[in-house]
């Protein structure tokens, strides 16, 4: 079985930073990856982690400690335009099929 | 624009009717993903195609289809529609093998009654 654990919101102000945690736990795992989606709309990609430590791309990071089954996405300087879902989802077996996380939502306050 | 094509973008049903969901990618990706979204959830995946000529089952198969067409096209079939399908349709492709980001179409809203 598998399962990924995110919580379901974060509130926070503009300028400030979030971090979502993703726990998970798989009986395979190659990696982990993060999408973002806005409230009606398509879900893009953020990032993938496939080896620990800190991947970082503008304001946004991801984080994966494979001995923890853990991961983390951090969003900095936060704007409102962040404001929407993140699912983090795991890559379990050598292909690129992908198990999504429920989702946190996160909103963005002026 | 390059990207993933669903239509239709909105269906509503009756139950027991069929209809095919039709996905295009004009990106060259070997591999295409159908996933189902419902109010609040993650996204849970129906079938993929890891490459032309190849389709397997994903955590939720039961009550659909799918037709890897050829490289571009990867259709979903409701044969019997039921209200538990009223979902998000969301198809997806990538390139084969490890860690490549999923391009995601505009999704298919389908309610049926």
């Known amino acids: 079985g598998q399962s990924l654990e995110q919580p379901s919101e974060v509130t926070a102000v503009e300028g400030a930073i979030v971090q979502i945690n993703c726990t998970y736990q798989t009986s395979g795992f190659y990696g982990l990856s993060w999408y973002q989606q806005h409230d009606g709309g398509a879900p893009t990609f953020l990032s993938y982690n496939a080896l620990d430590g800190l991947e970082e791309t503008g304001r946004f990071s991801s984080f994966l400690s494979r001995s923890d089954s853990y991961g983390y996405l951090l969003l900095q300087e936060l704007q409102m335009k962040d404001s929407a879902s993140y699912f983090c989802a795991v890559r379990k077996a050598a292909g690129n099929k992908l198990t999504f996380g429920g989702g946190t939502r996160v909103l963005v306050k002026p | 624009n390059a990207g993933v094509t669903q239509t239709p973008k909105f269906q509503v049903l009756k139950t027991g009717q069929s209809m095919t969901l039709q996905c295009a990618q004009d990106?060259?990706?070997?591999?295409m993903y159908w996933y189902r979204q419902d109010p609040g959830m993650g996204l849970r995946l129906i079938y993929y195609s890891a490459s032309e000529g190849t389709t397997d089952k994903g955590e939720v198969p039961n009550g659909y289809n799918v037709s890897r067409l050829n490289k571009r096209e990867f259709s979903l079939r409701l044969e019997s529609a039921a209200p538990s399908q009223t979902s998000v349709y969301f198809c997806a492709s990538s390139e084969q093998g490890g860690g490549y980001g999923y391009t995601f179409g505009s999704g298919t809203r389908l309610t049926v009654v």
């Open positions: 990106m060259n990706h070997n591999s």
